[in-house]
C-alpha cells in the first residue's frame, strides 16, 4: 500500500501500521459495512467512502517500534509531520489500528503518561474506544481505536466478555453501530454524503 491515500481535507481519517495493511480489508471493511447498513436505515444516504484519507502511521514499515525498541528517534519525525496535518486539516474522525498506531496517536496529541506496546492489550483498546466514543465531540479530532486483529481466541474471549461482545460478527457490529450514531448525530457537520 501507498503511504497514504484519499483526501486530506476528508472528515475522516484511518491510520494504519505499515507493517499490517490487511486491516483495511479484515477489520475496516465489515465495520464500514455495519455502519452504510445503520446509517442508511436511519437517514436513508450513505458515506462516500470514496475520499476517506488513509495514511501510514510512518513511511517505512522497518521503523515500526518493537517491544525492544518501542519508539526509535525516526518515529519522533513522523509524529510531528503527522501532527502538522492534523492540525492543519482538523479531522472529526481518526481511526486507529491497533496498539502502534493508537499510541503514534496519543503521542499527537501529547496524551501522557506514554504507555509501552504490552500495555495496549485488546481490552485496553476496547476500553478507549468506549471512552472515545462516550467523549465524541463534532468540534475537536475525536480519536477512536479499533482492534487490529480480531481472532477467536481464549484471550479474546476473555478480554471481550468486559465488554459484553461474544464472537467477532458481534464485534465489528458493535463498533460499527457505535460509530455509525456519532456520524447520525452529527450527519449535518459532516460532508461525507453521496449526493
Known amino acids: 500500500m501507498k503511504n497514504e491515500s484519499g483526501e486530506r481535507s476528508y472528515p475522516i481519517w484511518l491510520l494504519l501500521n505499515p507493517k499490517h495493511p490487511v486491516v483495511l480489508r479484515s477489520i475496516w471493511t465489515p ?13 436513508e444516504t450513505r458515506i462516500d467512502t470514496t475520499n476517506i484519507f488513509i495514511r501510514n502511521t510512518i513511511d517505512d514499515s522497518g521503523k515500526v517500534p518493537n517491544t525492544l525498541n518501542w519508539w526509535a528517534a525516526e518515529v519522533a519525525k513522523e509524529i510531528e509531520l503527522f501532527r502538522e496535518s492534523i492540525l492543519e486539516y482538523k479531522p472529526k474522525i481518526l481511526i486507529s489500528f491497533g496498539a502502534f498506531p493508537f499510541e503514534f496517536v496519543r503521542r499527537i496529541f501529547n496524551i501522557k503518561p506514554e504507555k509501552g506496546p504490552k500495555y495496549w492489550s485488546n481490552s485496553n483498546l476496547n476500553s478507549e474506544f468506549e471512552r472515545a466514543i462516550e467523549n465524541f465531540d463534532i468540534n475537536q479530532t475525536n480519536r477512536i481505536p479499533i482492534l487490529r486483529q480480531v481472532s477467536v481466541s481464549s484471550k479474546f474471549e476473555e478480554d471481550h466478555r468486559l465488554s459484553n461482545l461474544t ?29
Open 31 to 43: 465495520i464500514l459495512d455495519e455502519i452504510q447498513d445503520k446509517v442508511y436505515r436511519k437517514i
Open 167 to 195: 464472537d467477532i460478527s458481534n464485534y465489528f457490529r458493535n463498533v460499527g453501530a457505535k460509530i455509525a450514531d456519532k456520524i447520525i448525530e452529527n450527519k449535518d457537520s459532516l460532508n461525507i454524503w453521496i449526493e
